[in-house]
């Protein structure tokens, strides 16, 4: 049945109507009708973000910590230019966003008004689809294929522009209904019998978790794969999330990405197993394949496009990856017998000496030896902060040359306690941190962010403040770009550090803290961390703790 309604009306009840309970935004002069409309509901919470990459960033973080769809605006051209750095993360991590961005009147665009650009042609590169409204009536048929799509796995944002002719608009809508694609695919069971003999055959199998484990939350299927292979787990080279409990005996860490080392760390398998990820995704050159020549892989994702697109696939599953082992797992129970439950329970013993709890049992000895140094060895802060952590923290990862230390001390223990950096886009966890805690009521958060990175969204501690949210910033604070330091040396031979240094001024963020109404403390004793972290996370209200940490290149 039909009803009459505005453009702007009929565009936040259909977000409504689709789940969405937030709407991020920064709004203009295009984007008054909106927020007109928007501040007579009850049922969507307008946050305000002071710049748009941040806004874009929050809504990022809401959709990942949470796994539903979100919805955030920008202004015209200049808002999605400044948003397109966070919506390349938004499309790396696959978050159901859809964006939308005021646009000026149809008609009005021919006279190339300021602020007036080819929005959708901008967005295109950077999202699953992209369109513009030229009728009020299509309003509801674009929201509602908008949302599909957004939803449809793999997931990620889409696009919508609205000129102004047609958020102030009215005609007689058809709202029409939701749709979801379930995301519950599974091979026929024959593929997965032939999956299992092959699993079963392999001396040495290793497997690599991604993104989807954990936005699938099939941590219980993948370990109890393990357990009955006896398999090594390592999280893809990307940890963008808790992809496997990390205290597990199988659990080995991280794979770094470092093509030598991942080529040395895998030779030691006969099968890789790749499970719902970019399992061996790098970042900078190195002559050396990170691939062992000869090694097989089979994979099981609900992505087309990463099955086979580097290396050559043996098996070659697309679906869903908790549904998938769901229905492998009794398959390799059956098949495998007494022989095979000897032979595993043999290679976890092996793997219960070097794995990611006995590594982190060494290097905590290790990194305690720092103790007192100062300024503070970011290795030794990462291992006190790990320790006064929340149980049922979240922790949203930023921390550049921090971040190993971080993984190697930071167990998981939920598939939503991590929101990592995911893209190499920095700038996600000052907002990002904002969004989680949006998605995730009642759960602490802590953004653990280096400096430089910080510094590229530090306007979103007025949101923090704001809405009061229960977020803890440690700011890890070296007055330097230090992973171009130490890249410089490593592939350059060079210690030339032109444009690395951030001491002249230095970098007060304390006072940019309570100058946004975020109370906040500098620590640089070590013998501090722990409270000042306690403290900070169980205030129930934004605080920043900003580390002085070593550079490394004192």
Known sequence: MKRRSSGRDAFLSLLADEGVDHLFGNPGTTELAIMEAVGKRGDIRFVLGLQESSVVAMADGFARASGRLTACNVHVAPGLGNAMGSLFSARFCRSPIILTAGQQEQGHGLMEPLLYGPLVAMAQP??????????????????????????????????????????????????????????????????????????????????????????????????????????????????????????????????????????????????????????????????????????????????????????????????????????????????????????????????????????????????????????????????????ALPANAVVVEEALTAAGPLFDMLPYRDPRCLVGLASGGIGFAVPGAIGASLALPGRPVVAVVADGSAMYSIQALWTAANLKLPVTYAILNNGSYRILKERMVAFRGARTFTGMELREPPIDFKAMAEAMGVQAATISDPREIESAVRDATGAGAPRLLEFIVASGFE
């Open 126 to 387: 950077l999202v699953k689809w992209a369109i513009e409204v030229t009728r009020v009536e299509d309003l509801p048929r674009i929201l509602r294929r908008a949302a599909k799509v957004a939803t449809a796995p793999p997931a990620g944002p889409v696009f919508i522009s609205l000129p102004g002719d047609i958020l102030d608009g009215e005609a007689e809508l058809d709202f029409g209904r939701s749709t979801r694609v379930e995301p519950t695919d599974r091979p026929a069971d024959a593929s997965i019998e032939r999956l299992a003999r092959r699993l079963l055959q392999a001396q040495r199998p290793v497997i690599v978790v991604g993104n989807e484990v954990s936005r699938y939350e099939a941590w219980a299927e993948c370990a109890a794969m393990a357990e009955i292979l006896g398999a090594a787990v390592y999280q893809q080279t990307v940890p963008d999330a808790a992809h496997f409990p990390s205290e597990h005996r199988a659990f080995m860490g991280m794979l770094p990405r470092n093509q030598p080392k991942v080529r040395e760390m895998l030779s030691a398998h006969d099968l890789l197993v790749s499970l719902g990820g970019d399992s061996l995704r790098m970042s900078v050159y190195n002559p050396t394949d990170p691939l062992p020549e000869g090694l097989p892989i089979v994979q099981i994702t609900e992505a087309d496009w990463e099955i086979g697109k580097n290396y050559p696939v043996e098996i070659a599953l697309r679906a869903n990856v908790r549904e998938t082992l769901a229905v492998l797992v009794p398959c390799l129970h059956r098949l495998g017998g007494a022989a095979q439950d000897a032979a595993a329970r043999a290679r976890l013993n092996d793997l219960e000496k070097r794995n990611w709890s006995a590594r982190r049992a060494r290097l905590s000895a290790e990194y305690d030896q720092r103790a007192a140094d100062r300024p503070i060895d970011p290795r030794y802060l990462m291992r006190r902060l790990a320790t």
